[in-house]
Nanobody, 113 residues
């Protein structure tokens, strides 16, 4: 079975950092670009950023650029989302995605003092 199992969310104060992980199994991870999305309450799901299958290239939405970093370890079959200088507007459910079909279960990130 295909699985994308996420971990690492939680509550953090403004200015803090979190690292999300997404562990993949059941499909050829090393041949898949990986994408992070988020969905804030009352808003549509939006892309955060993506990383190429070899990890050499990543791109980010403007709100994430300079604060967030996506990386991957193909040997461990894990993709990471490092988030720094988090702000209340980053509060959302974060999802990893292996296009076109596979999604993680979602991880809650709450930024609040």
């Amino acid at each position: 079975d295909v699985q994308l199992v996420q971990s690492g969310g939680g509550l953090v104060q403004p200015g803090g950092s979190l690292r999300l992980s997404c562990a993949a199994s059941g499909f050829p991870f090393m041949y898949s670009d990986m994408v992070w999305y988020r969905q804030a309450p009352g808003k549509e799901r939006e892309m955060v950023g993506a990383i190429s299958l070899d990890g050499e290239n990543a791109n980010y939405q403007p709100f994430a650029r300079g604060r967030f970093n996506i990386s991957r370890d193909n040997h461990k079959r894990i993709v990471y989302l490092q988030m720094n200088n988090l702000q209340p507007e980053d509060t959302a459910l974060y999802y990893c995605h292996a296009p076109p079909h596979y999604w993680g279960q979602g991880t809650q990130v709450t930024v609040s003092s």
